[in-house]
């Protein structure tokens, strides 16, 4: 058992009175325990424990917190786990998980949320309704595909991604009969009249009357089908303003904060990503060491041996799933652009002993990339690759 564990447990002492919560959405239940898991009525100190519970556990964390009152958590796959192991009865009920988790607390099988303030908690909600727009975005525009495969399956031959004269032409000629009897120049004066439109290609309008002339889409239902596609480009619309309208707040508050003088001289780590990053992270200063944001982002190696059998190692995946693919996706781009991160995924790739494949070195360079985080942000020094190279000495010997 490690240190931190034991202080967990010697937070639990005999005066301590351990309060497991089973939280609902408009009842929660409650049991009271001892240090030695006893259900029984008086102690001088408290510790409140709970298994996080969608966002309903969110409005008692703030209560307990404006009170002084020390909260913690539960695993919700650990309350899952130990339900058997006082009755042997795969029985759930809400008094019997607040049992589990009051004993599981006892235990020290916990950790301390970190409640969310100030611009932590405004960069934590306007990047999750960001990623919720942008989903609905993504939803859109496959309802707008969907569309065109029945009405003008051509129309991509075209367009083949929604640009400005892409959704002009849905907006004012969603339908092959709209092109009939019109010409180039009649079409890039309806276009113009589109907002945000100055300049439609008249290649373009051209190679749509072409396409339009033998279509093959459906004609029935078009008057109810054109009220849809006009309803789903305006909708698509809105929703790039809302998202390009909300980055940049979130930009815009995110450079008032302490690590992003640092983080922005990361190659390869954009406004957007550095918004992404802090609102799953919160701030560096938190963390004393970078091991912790590893395993906040489920990127901890997990082994599975027994006896004679050596079970190949993978990451864990317990932590922050939006994190762990957050870094993925920044990888990406990074092993392109940032000259340092480059040379070290061609050494893990390339070695002669052990060499990585591709997806499990990007996986080892998002670790590298919280530790260097980590490092420059509660240090205050500017990334440098050189140095960054130097501190590798199997990087430093193939330079």
């Not at 599981?104 to 303030?117: E, H």
């Not at 004012?172 to 019109?182: E, L, M, V």
């Not at 890039?188 to 439609?200: D, F």
Request: aromatic share 8%.
């Amino acid at each position: 058992m490690d240190f931190k564990q034991n202080q967990k447990i010697n937070q639990v002492t005999e005066q301590t009175l351990v309060v497991g919560i089973d939280i609902a959405k408009r009842k929660h239940f409650a049991c009271f325990v001892d240090d030695r898991g006893r259900v029984l009525h008086e102690k001088t100190e408290v510790i409140v424990g709970i298994e996080p519970t969608g966002h309903y556990w969110l409005n008692l964390a703030y209560f307990l917190e404006e009170r002084g009152i020390p909260l913690v958590m539960t695993n919700p796959m650990h309350v899952k786990r130990s339900k058997e192991l006082d009755d042997n009865l795969p029985t759930k009920h809400d008094r019997k998980d607040a049992l589990v988790i009051a004993r599981l607390i006892k235990d020290g099988r916990f950790s301390y949320p970190r409640i969310m303030k100030d611009m932590e908690a405004e960069l934590r909600v306007g990047s999750t309704f960001r990623s919720k727009l942008t989903e609905e975005l993504g939803a859109v525009k496959n309802m707008i595909i969907r569309w065109l495969d029945r009405y003008f399956p051509e129309f991509t031959q075209v367009f083949p991604s929604f640009g400005k004269m892409a959704l002009a032409a849905l907006e004012c000629t969603p339908f092959p009969s709209d092109f009939h009897q019109k010409q180039p120049d009649d079409l890039l004066t309806l276009y113009r009249q589109v907002e945000g439109l100055k300049s439609p290609q008249r290649p373009k309008a051209l190679r749509l009357i072409e396409v339009a002339a033998n279509s093959i889409g459906i004609t029935e239902g078009r008057e109810m089908a054109r009220i849809e596609i006009a309803t789903l480009v305006r909708r698509y619309h809105q929703l790039e303003q809302d998202i390009e309208s909300l980055t940049q707040h979130l930009v815009g508050l995110v450079e008032t904060s302490v690590e992003y003088e640092w983080l922005s001289t990361v190659p390869g780590l954009g406004d957007t990503t550095i918004v992404d990053v802090l609102a799953e992270i919160g701030s560096f200063s938190h963390y004393e060491d970078p091991r912790q944001l590893i395993k906040l982002a489920g990127l901890t190696l997990r082994e599975n041996s027994s006896g004679q059998h050596k079970g190949q190692k993978r990451i864990s995946k317990r932590g922050r799933r939006k994190l762990r693919a957050l870094l993925f996706r920044v990888m990406m781009p990074m092993i392109r652009h940032n000259e340092a991160f480059k040379k070290l995924h061609e050494y893990y790739t390339n070695r002669q002993v052990n060499p990585l494949r591709k997806k499990q070195s990007i996986v080892v360079l998002c670790g590298k990339l919280l530790k260097v985080l980590h490092g420059i942000s509660t240090k205050h020094k500017a990334f440098d690759a050189q140095r960054m190279m130097r501190d590798i000495p199997s990087l430093a010997e193939t330079a």
